[in-house]
C-alpha cells in the first residue's frame, strides 16, 4: 500500500506537470498566432479588399488555429494515454480518466479563447489594412 502511494503521488505530481505544460503551450500557441497574423497582412488585407467581412476572416482564422490546437492535443492526449494506461488500468490509482478528460477540455477551452483574443488583437490593428498598399 505504501508503494503504490508513492506511486500515486508521482502519477499526480506528472499530471499537474503535465497540464501545465500543456496550458503553457497554449499562450505560446497565442504569441505564434498573434505573430503569424501579423506575417500574413497581404492575405488578410487582400481578404478585406474582395468583400471579406471582419467577422468572417476572423471565422477563417480561429478555425484554421483550433485544427491546429486539436491535432496537437489530440497527439499529446495519445501519446500520454498509452504511456500511461497500465497505471490507469491499476486498481490503486487514484487518477481517473475522467480527469484526464476534463483537463483536455479545460485546455481545449484555453486555447480557444487565447485564439479568438489574438484574433480579435490582431485585425484590429490598422497596420493590416493597409498592407495591400504597401505592396
Request: charged share 10%; proline share 1%; glycine share 8%.
Amino acid at each position: 500500500a505504501e508503494f503504490n502511494s508513492i506511486t500515486n503521488t508521482y502519477l499526480s505530481i506528472f499530471l499537474v506537470l503535465g497540464a501545465l505544460g500543456l496550458l503553457l503551450g497554449t499562450i505560446g500557441l497565442a504569441i505564434v498566432l498573434f505573430r503569424s497574423i501579423l506575417e500574413r497582412k497581404q492575405e488578410i488585407a487582400l481578404l478585406r479588399a474582395i468583400g471579406f467581412s471582419n467577422g468572417k476572416i476572423r471565422q477563417l482564422i480561429v478555425f484554421e488555429y483550433m485544427i491546429l490546437l486539436g491535432i496537437g492535443i489530440g497527439i499529446g492526449f495519445i501519446t500520454a494515454i498509452i504511456a500511461t494506461l497500465p497505471s490507469i488500468l491499476s486498481q490503486n490509482t487514484e487518477v481517473s480518466f475522467n480527469t484526464i478528460v476534463m483537463l483536455l477540455i479545460i485546455l481545449l477551452l484555453n486555447g480557444f479563447a487565447w485564439t479568438f483574443v489574438m484574433t480579435n488583437m490582431a485585425l484590429k490593428n490598422s497596420s493590416i489594412y493597409q498592407a495591400l498598399r504597401n505592396e
